[in-house]
């Protein structure tokens, strides 16, 4: 158990909808990380937040959109979903004190029909 | 930017036999280098790091790699591979600026093990 947790583990929609996972962190990381997992693509970085703010931004569709709270948790939302978008999606986390060790949730298995 | 090469994308090794998977990467620099296992249906876990110093670095479940800064290559290896060794590996790169641990991942090694 890597401490972090990721919800929904599944979820099945359709294409034009919204969608909105979820991840809460390992207690005391403040950095936070979205991968997407495809078949196609591999493990793609998407965005990263530390305390609350935009660290860094990967290959995120402007479809799709994150934020980390005051309590730290963060959401990732994707709308307008299309047969693409259907992917594994990571949330991970990180503490200063393990320089560049990610801790990854078990994932959200999002399915687009 | 940085990337990684995973050569190989599926290696099939007895149970016992030694295991060798490859991995180079592309940066200006010396970079922080892991390697990931990632088993069905699970996240991804940490399986070792090099980070300075010693270039043979040891692992969780008796793994190991060797970083090679003539060859840019951070390869992985057991000895005696196990059932349970059955997983998809990546190998990955951060050029972890503090605050920014972005990795950069190659695209995987899945690894059949057979009886």
């Known amino acids: 158990d890597s401490g972090v947790t990721q919800t929904p583990k599944h979820l099945i929609t359709a294409t034009g909808q919204r969608v909105t996972l979820r991840c809460s962190p390992r207690?005391?990381?403040?950095?936070v990380y979205w991968y997407q997992q495809s078949l196609d693509q591999g493990l793609q970085f998407l965005i990263q937040?530390?305390?609350?703010?935009?660290?860094a931004k990967g290959n995120i569709l402007e479809r799709f959109s994150a934020q980390q709270f005051p309590d730290l948790h963060s959401e990732l939302n994707l709308s307008s979903l299309e047969l693409g978008d259907s992917a594994l999606y990571f949330c991970a986390s990180s503490d200063r004190r393990t320089t560049g060790e990610l801790f990854f949730g078990e994932g959200s298995r999002l399915t687009v029909l | 930017a940085q990337s990684v090469t995973q050569p190989d994308i599926h290696i099939t090794v007895s149970e016992g036999a030694s295991l060798e998977l490859r991995c180079n990467y592309s940066y200006g620099a010396t970079p922080y280098l892991f390697w990931y296992v990632q088993s069905p249906g699970q996240g991804l876990q940490l399986l070792l790091k090099y980070f300075s110093g010693d270039t043979l670095v040891q692992g969780i479940k008796g793994f190991e790699a060797e970083f090679k800064r003539s060859q840019s290559s951070f390869n992985l290896r057991k000895p005696s591979v196990h059932w349970s060794d059955a997983a998809e590996y990546f190998c990955?790169?951060?050029?972890?600026?503090?605050?920014?641990?972005?990795?950069?991942f190659g695209t995987g090694t899945r690894l059949t093990i057979i009886p």
């Open positions: 990955a790169v951060s050029i972890s600026n503090f605050g920014n641990e972005k990795l950069t």
């Open positions: 937040y530390y305390n609350g703010e935009e660290r």
């Open positions: 207690s005391g990381d403040l950095s």
